[in-house]
């Protein structure tokens, strides 16, 4: 098992330029988690999909589109990049999205926007 | 405001030696507190989920324990090792909703042979 992959690793943008960041697991699970994280604070939520079909925004989703392409595949998708979306960029799974699930990571996107 | 605090916010110590760290919330209504390691450059891997029954839990050398009362948690590593070089970030899971999850900054360790 790869478990969760993420595609780009590494991205640089210009203002205003757009992207898609890739997020795939096979786990079989149910529940994916877009997640941004900045030096000196806490991971914070971008968007969630509780199941193939649905999602929600989470604590800072403003400029940014998600996509549950199946029951595998979530994406995250910046339209007009800003360089305050200079972040690292992290997918994650669960099995159900309970509380007591256990979340699994993937490695990150490194993405700066000059 | 639901509030995760870590402290310290780093610590070094040499290989062989214990060392413990700090988790205090402020999260309402609580429905568990985990603890994931996070390696540079890579993502955050889970090490223990603990409920508001559960007073301790390890996993290997790594003990969690949790005082619901006081709203506090620890993470006791035991003779350390240059491999636990890491970030170790408290989350405390706010119910009801399943995704509402928030995370400390965390505790940079640097283990030093």
């Known amino acids: 098992n790869a478990g969760v992959t993420q595609t780009p690793k590494f991205q640089v943008l210009k203002t205003g330029q757009s992207m898609t960041l890739q997020c795939a697991q096979d786990?079989?699970?149910?529940?994916m988690y877009w997640y941004r994280q900045d030096p000196g604070m806490g991971l914070r939520l971008i968007y969630y999909s509780a199941s193939e079909g649905t999602t929600d925004k989470g604590e800072v989703p403003n400029g940014y589109n998600v996509s549950r392409l199946n029951k595998r595949e979530f994406s995250l998708r910046l339209e007009s990049a800003a360089p305050s979306q200079t972040s690292v960029y992290f997918c994650?799974?669960?099995?159900?999205?309970?509380?007591?699930?256990?979340?699994?990571f993937g490695p990150g996107t490194r993405l700066t926007v000059l | 405001k639901n509030q995760v605090e870590q402290s310290p916010q780093s610590l070094i110590i040499l290989e062989g030696k214990n060392c413990t760290l700090q988790c205090n919330y402020t999260v309402s209504p609580f429905s568990n507190l985990r603890w994931y390691k996070q390696d540079t450059g890579r993502g955050p891997v889970s090490l223990t989920i603990?409920?508001?029954?559960?007073n301790t839990k390890s996993n290997g050398r790594y003990t969690a324990t949790l005082d619901a009362d006081t709203k506090q948690s620890s993470l006791h590593i035991t003779a350390s090792q240059l491999s636990d070089s890491a970030s170790y970030i408290c989350?405390?899971?706010?119910?009801?909703?399943?995704?509402?999850?928030?995370f400390g900054t965390g505790t940079r360790l640097k283990v030093l042979a």
């Open positions: 989350v405390v899971s706010a119910s009801p909703g399943t995704y509402k999850y928030i």
């Open positions: 994650a799974s669960s099995r159900a999205g309970a509380s007591t699930d256990t979340q699994y």
């Open positions: 786990m079989n699970h149910n529940s």
């Open positions: 603990m409920t508001f029954s559960e």
